[in-house]
């Protein structure tokens, strides 16, 4: 994905054993415009190392600064370069393999009626705040971040009163959903808030929650569902993957899942590590107001950063 600007309209990637966020994301990217595509279904033994990223020296060279660039952000020391070939020192070597199974918790009711009513109008006075949502890869445009995922983001700072009632309650019932998840306790460190406005034809395509450096430190994924009574909207299922994880190889996909349907003033918990996506959303009268809303919130703690 760093040399995306340098590629041929037809490249062929041989990745192997790079950044574990980079590399899982850089899959998931490529299965969001193929569901067939994945990387460890078409090369079995990849062996170690970046060796082979090929771009077209016609359509832009390579400069100095952007070898610069390349080598202050890629995962492995950059060793050296060709017109055809970019070779970098090895990462530390592959974690054992964990499995993550489509385990979730939820919880209806979750918030008193009179405050669920008072977050979805405060969501709907707000909608001039609401930006499209972004991936946190370096080089993703907007117009990238369309062919993952469609959705409006509203930052924290503009919902901080009901997010802080929302912490309090999560904080209060996360040892038992911890147990209940099967992820062992621990001392929450960091909550990250959003929320989302799911209107007509949002999406998220398959992803994890912390395969990027800036969100290593999500452990436990928090739902809440908010929307107008009777539902306007039908979709945006939320769908959990069983999932194997062995770093630095890109999360696989094991075929089992379960789907969460959205209920209003419902709160849904799972693990950061599964892969999940949000099935797309159909609202007839497309208006803002009538969107699958939510917020987002992931628990973690600073020794997983």
């Not at 415009?33 to 016609?58: M, R, T």
């Not at 918790?105 to 909608?127: G, M, R, T, Y």
């Not at 993703?140 to 924290?156: G, P, V």
């Not at 147990?179 to 960091?190: K, R």
Request: with cysteine; aromatic share 14%; proline share 7%.
């Amino acid at each position: 994905m760093l040399l995306r600007d340098y590629l041929a309209d037809s490249a062929l990637y041989l990745v192997n054993h790079c950044h574990y966020g980079a590399i899982a994301q850089a899959s998931l990217d490529l299965m969001g415009v193929d569901p067939s595509f994945h990387l460890q279904k078409i090369f079995h033994n990849l062996g170690q190392g970046i060796y082979l990223l090929s771009w077209d020296p016609q359509r832009k060279g390579l400069s100095e600064r952007d070898l610069a660039y390349i080598q202050a952000t890629a995962p492995g020391l950059l060793l050296s370069t060709s017109p055809l070939f970019l070779t970098f020192a090895q990462p530390d070597p592959p974690e054992p393999a964990r499995f993550y199974p489509c385990r979730y918790v939820k919880l209806d009711n979750f918030l008193p009626a009179e405050v669920n009513q008072a977050i979805l109008e405060h969501a709907i006075a707000h909608q001039d705040k609401f930006i499209p949502s972004r991936s946190y890869s370096q080089n993703n445009t907007e117009a990238e971040s369309l062919k993952f995922r469609r959705s409006l983001r509203l930052d924290y700072a503009y919902f901080q009163e009901y997010g802080s009632l929302l912490r309090e309650k999560i904080a209060a019932v996360a040892p038992q959903i911890f147990a209940e998840l099967g992820i062992e306790n621990f001392d929450i460190q960091i909550f990250e808030m959003e929320m989302i406005a799911s209107h007509d034809g949002c999406f998220f395509t398959a992803h994890t929650d912390n395969s990027y450096p800036q969100t290593a430190f999500r452990q436990v994924s928090c739902v809440y569902y908010f929307h107008k009574e009777p539902k306007p909207y039908r979709g945006g299922e939320l769908r959990i993957y069983d999932t194997q994880r062995q770093k630095p190889h890109p999360p696989i996909l094991h075929g089992a899942y379960d789907e969460v349907t959205p209920t209003n003033n419902s709160i849904v918990f799972f693990s950061s590590s599964c892969l999940h996506e949000i099935l797309p959303v159909f609202s007839p009268s497309q208006a803002f107001a009538d969107s699958r809303f939510t917020i987002n919130t992931w628990l973690g703690s600073e020794q997983y950063t």
